[in-house]
């Protein structure tokens, strides 16, 4: 049974920083592209962040560049996302996928994660 177990969330004040984990189990996320999603209540769900799954090549929303950092271990089967200088605007529940290839579309993911609410509040 494939799982994307996500853990890191929380809440935080401006400027603090997380790092969620998307940990798999019962596939192999080297092969994988893995992206993070975000979603406000009302809103659609936005792309964040993805890490090709051959070359790791990275891809961020142009809004969150140099803020937001994503990285796989593949020793643990987890990727990461590390989220500094946070925004009250970054407060949403963040999700990760896996696909095959790095794409906006949501309907491209196979699995996802449970989500993990991240609120940035003073």
């Known amino acids: 049974q494939v799982q994307l177990v996500q853990s890191g969330g929380g809440p935080v004040q401006p400027g603090g920083s997380l790092r969620l984990s998307c940990a798999a189990s019962?596939?192999?996320?080297?092969?994988?592209?893995v992206a993070w999603f975000r979603q406000i209540p009302g809103k659609e769900r936005e792309g964040v962040s993805c890490?090709?799954?051959?070359?790791?090549?990275?891809h961020y929303a142009e809004s969150l560049k140099g803020r937001f950092t994503i990285s796989r271990d593949s020793a643990k089967n987890i990727v990461y996302l590390q989220m500094n200088s946070l925004r009250p605007e970054d407060t949403a529940v963040y999700y990760c996928?896996?696909?095959?290839?790095?794409?906006?579309?949501?309907?491209?993911?196979?699995?996802w994660g449970q989500g993990t609410q991240v609120t940035v509040s003073s």
């Open positions: 890490i090709s799954g051959t070359s790791d090549n990275t």
């Open positions: 019962g596939l192999s996320l080297d092969s994988l592209a």
């Open positions: 996928a896996t696909t095959d290839v790095c794409s906006p579309s949501l309907a491209r993911y196979e699995h």
